[in-house]
């Protein structure tokens, strides 16, 4: 248990680093009946309590926004089956994503959700936040690799929702529960899918003139049928901060943009695919496109991805990364309006996101000593998730909601839809213990909900 | 709006008809201010899951809700009612280039039905996974809406999730947006005698090119033995052309696959159905008195959960990769709990054994009677109580047939 100030200090914000506020204890269990017992106390205290992976949520979900006691579950950390033949394994929270992966290699398997995080971030967080990463494309998020989970309820009941064998016979309650940002209850155990290696992988570098028609690119490959692994896009101010970097992977710092194509499956199809997606991408206005050789550079072309964070720090103190979802064909009318915003608040702002989702991740370089940039960052924030939901698209892909957008949920929902997932809350915690200061907006409101963006209004055909 | 009809020993007086998402919210709204309830019924494939019947005012259809409001064919994305039938779907989406990738047995399957009882077909296995978005009418009176048109969406609680596989007991889907497949560049359907081994099975099952694959039990009419001699081995392949030609000779020679007659996959897939509910009425009397119950187990134990079920007397489909086996036996017209005793518990026992869980999906009324249909709820009765005590406090909705009687 820590309770010391400077103790807490690091507990007090995750990834996002705007809204801080400090936890009044942190504990770290290394067992399910040891979450037990701390859940029990809080109830008897009736305090909240905030289940946390390793802190790198990017919207606030692992802080203690009203206080009480942040679960740490770092500890919780150990692989307790594999099942090689049935494909699939039973870990704690705690476990880090890669881990994982890198442990089930051997029996030529791998867990597939990979966000850029892996390295750092737990499997509890992941079903927390039903996060994803570039290959969801193909492999969907979070959601679709958990197939039971054991839970502890605020009132210290543990349930074990789903089973390993998936079919729920009634509810799908593990489907219920992923992506519910820790506000149900604290997750113990996890039962996971695990996909095979796939026999061929095969990385594509297209290198375009502006970043319209690397979305162009996108969408005539999805048209023409095509389910690549990743379709990921990186723009050229990002491409000129990695390669300032020493995460510099030799683009051409004049690109306007690259598209990033992984595809995987059978060997003779993999090669197959590969010719049509350079000649979709040659189409769209490519100026070149290259096939990673070997291992090494496929390395490469990923770095240009991967580290297009790490790089961006150069940029300024502070980076704000968004994350909202447009459909796919709204990709370059919605980029030119972000761009249009940013430039307006006179943001620096650069685009690195999975195109083949429509999942936009704008992410504005700022100093947060400098309050009227701070104020510009978030108003032209809001900005850009309202131009995202007026285009059909919804204002979080992988993130959560969090403490982040929570005031915004509004712009896609009404009272009775949020009233409706508050109703699936009071089932799980009536009392508004765990994680309390989630997804919820603070603040009531009537008019901001917009059944024409949502796409409910439709006439029929 | 029709006479009375009789569902499982209950009798409905009437028949409700809304034609929009908003009338299904009133007409609930109004049934909860004074005390009433509904049986929900979509085309009525899957009106054989469930617990008997409390009672009922009406039968709630959603025939009305028929309209394919949207499908965005550059997208592969689509919005329906909940009442268009998967067959109209299904051609529209095929129309557009794409595939829809619902196929649960039933000819008048819709597409609410077929969320609502979350069915898996012999290609696609999981409806949940379809859903990007979703509307429902609560009893409350609320038509409410969660996730959207987008393929990717961690905007707040994944709702279609909860709703899928809810059976009507917390609302009824009025629409939904659905995420389209790309058509598969090739496609065949090959049929092999049942492997001896039940780790072949499995490999063969899951070679990348194969999207269905029942082991069969012969069927009453010995339509899965090719060879006469107790079952076979059913394929769909599905995908890349180079992909689907390794996998048809990799199964031709590891199983001795060869190209199945004209609509086996079809007929096939029907075994996997309920048949018609226990009612009178528009279905009719069940012909035969049979059980049929599904158990999900993880593939390495589902050899022996099939082998069970055929020992208690049924015949079954197994679907190796998936962890599935439907089971279906005949009993004799009157019946009664006792007859069914043994292949409950072989299910039962299966389920356990296999990590996994079972359910009755058809059965006569006496046997339904007995037992739970969807398993034991277990330590998880309280929550679905108050779930349902949330979404449906007075029991609007299919009262006594979901899982624990709720």
Redesign the interface.
């Known amino acids: 248990v820590l309770t010391r100030p400077e103790e807490l200090l690091v507990y007090e914000a995750d990834g996002l680093t705007l809204g801080t506020h400090p936890p009044d204890a942190v504990v770290l269990p290394r067992t399910s009946a040891e979450v037990v017992s701390v859940v029990r106390a809080c109830r008897e205290a009736g305090a909240p309590f905030v289940p946390r992976g390793a802190g790198t949520g990017l919207s606030g979900g692992a802080v203690a926004a009203e206080g009480g006691v942040v679960i740490e579950c770092s500890r919780m950390d150990r692989i307790l089956e594999v ?1 090689a ?4 394994a039973v870990v704690q929270p705690g476990v880090v994503n890669a881990e994982l992966s890198r442990a089930v290699a051997g029996h030529g398997l791998l867990y597939a959700p990979d966000p850029s995080s892996q390295a750092a971030c737990t499997i509890g967080g992941n079903v927390a ?2 996060s ?1 990463g570039p290959h ?1 494309l193909k492999y ?2 979070t ?2 690799h958990v197939l039971a989970l054991e839970l502890v ?1 605020p009132s210290a ?1 543990v ?1 074990v ?1 789903g ?11 593990a ?2 529960a ?3 940002e820790g506000t149900l209850g604290v997750v113990t155990r996890v039962w996971v899918r695990l996909v ?1 290696i796939p ?1 061929a992988v095969e990385t594509l570098l297209a290198i375009f003139p502006d970043v319209v028609s690397s979305c162009r690119a996108v ?1 005539a490959i ?2 023409a ?3 690549p692994a990743a379709l990921e896009i990186v723009d050229q101010r990002t491409i000129r901060a990695v390669e300032a970097s020493v995460y510099a992977a030799g683009l051409p710092t004049d690109a306007g943009a690259v598209l990033l194509v992984e595809l995987d ?2 060997r ?2 993999v090669a ?2 590969g010719e049509r997606v350079r000649e979709l991408c040659a189409g769209a206005g490519a100026t070149r496109v290259e096939i990673a050789r070997d291992e090494a550079e496929r390395a490469r072309f990923w770095r240009a991805r991967k580290g297009a964070f790490g790089a961006m720090g150069r940029l300024a103190p502070d980076l704000y990364v968004h994350d909202a ?5 709204k990709l370059p009318e919605i980029l030119v309006k972000v761009c249009e915003i940013c430039d307006r608040h006179g943001l620096r702002l650069s685009n690195v996101f ?1 195109a083949g ?3 936009l991740h704008p992410n504005i370089s700022f100093d947060r000593r400098d309050p009227d940039e701070l104020r510009r960052v978030i108003a032209a924030g809001e900005e850009i998730l309202r131009t995202c939901v007026e285009a ?10 969090g403490t982040e ?1 929570r005031d915004y ?1 509004g712009l ?3 009272e ?6 508050a ?6 915690d ?1 009392e508004r213990r765990s994680n309390p200061g989630k ?1 919820f907006p603070t603040t009531r409101f009537c008019v901001e909900s917009n059944p024409k963006a ?3 209004d ?4 | 709006v029709s006479g009375p009809l009789r569902f499982e020993g209950c009798e409905i007086p009437g028949r409700l008809e809304p034609a929009s998402p908003q009338e299904i919210a009133e007409v609930l709204s109004g049934l909860a201010a004074r005390g009433g309830a509904v049986l929900v019924r979509g085309g009525g494939s899957r009106l054989a899951i469930g617990n008997p019947l409390r009672r009922a005012d009406a039968v709630l259809e959603t025939a009305g809700l028929g ?11 689509l ?1 329906a009612e909940s009442g268009i039938s998967l067959a109209k779907l299904r051609s529209a989406a095929d129309a557009a ?1 794409w595939e829809l990738p619902l196929d649960p047995p039933g000819a008048a399957a819709t597409l609410g039905g077929t969320l609502a009882a ?1 069915a ?1 077909g012999p290609s696609f ?1 999981s409806p ?2 379809v859903v990007l ?1 979703i ?2 009418a ?1 009893a409350s009176g ?5 996730g ?12 279609g ?2 709703f ?4 009507g007991a917390l609302g009824v889907i009025t ?1 939904a ?1 659905l995420r389209l497949r ?2 598969p ?1 090739a496609r065949a359907v090959l049929l092999a005698p049942a492997p001896e081994d039940a780790g072949l099975a499995l490999e063969a099952a ?1 070679r ?2 194969v999207r269905a694959a029942l082991l069969m039990d012969a069927g009453p009419a010995g339509e899965a033995a090719p060879d006469g001699a107790g079952g076979g081995m059913l394929f769909e392949l599905a ?5 689907v030609a ?1 996998d048809r000779a990799w199964l031709a020679e590891r199983v001795g696959a060869r190209a199945a007659a004209e609509g086996a996959l079809e007929r096939a897939r029907e075994r996997l159905g309920v048949g018609a509910p226990g009612g009178s009425g528009e279905a009719g009397p069940p012909a035969r008195a049979e059980v049929r119950l ?1 158990v ?5 134990a589902l050899a022996s959960a099939a082998a069970a079920l055929r020992a208690a007397g049924a015949r079954a489909v197994a679907q190796p990769a ?3 086996v439907h089971a279906c036996a005949v009993l004799a017209p009157d019946a009664g709990p006792e007859d069914a005793a043994a292949l409950l518990a072989a299910a039962r026992a299966a ?1 356990e054994r ?6 009755v999906e058809a059965a006569p009324l006496a046997v339904k009677r007995g037992l739970d249909v ?2 034991e ?1 277990g ?2 009765l ?3 109580r ?2 349902k ?3 449906d406090p007075r029991s609007v909705l299919n009262p006594g047939r ?2 624990g009687g709720l």
């Open positions: 099942h033949e049935d494909r699939y936040e039903n994803g969801t969907g998020t959601t679709n309820l009941e349930l929702l089973s390993p064998a998936g079919f729920a016979p009634d509810l799908d309650l489907g219920a992923v992506g519910s095979p026999e969408t999805i048209r049928g095509l389910v499956g059978v003779a199809a197959r695919q979802v447009v459909p796919r064909t999975h989702d429509g999942n059909g698209g919804a204002i979080s892909g992988e993130h959560g909601i957008k949920m896609l929902f009404g009775a839809d949020l009233e409706a997932m109703r699936l809350r009071r089932a799980f009536p997804i949502r796409g409910y439709r006439v029929p055909l | 309209r394919l409001l949207e499908l965005d064919a550059d997208e592969g994305v919005q280039g979350a898996p296995a949940r996974d978005g509307e429902v609560l609320e038509l409410v809406h969660a959207g048109r987008v393929v990717k969406n961690v905007t707040g609680y994944d709702l999730k909860l899928t596989g809810s059976f629409s947006w790309p058509r560049e899951r990348p090119a995908g890349d052309e180079p992909a390794g599904r999900a187990a993880v593939p390495t998936r962890g599935l389920a296999g990590r996994g869980s079972w359910r969807f398993g709820p330590p998880r309280s929550l679905l108050r779930l005590a949330e979404y979901f899982a």
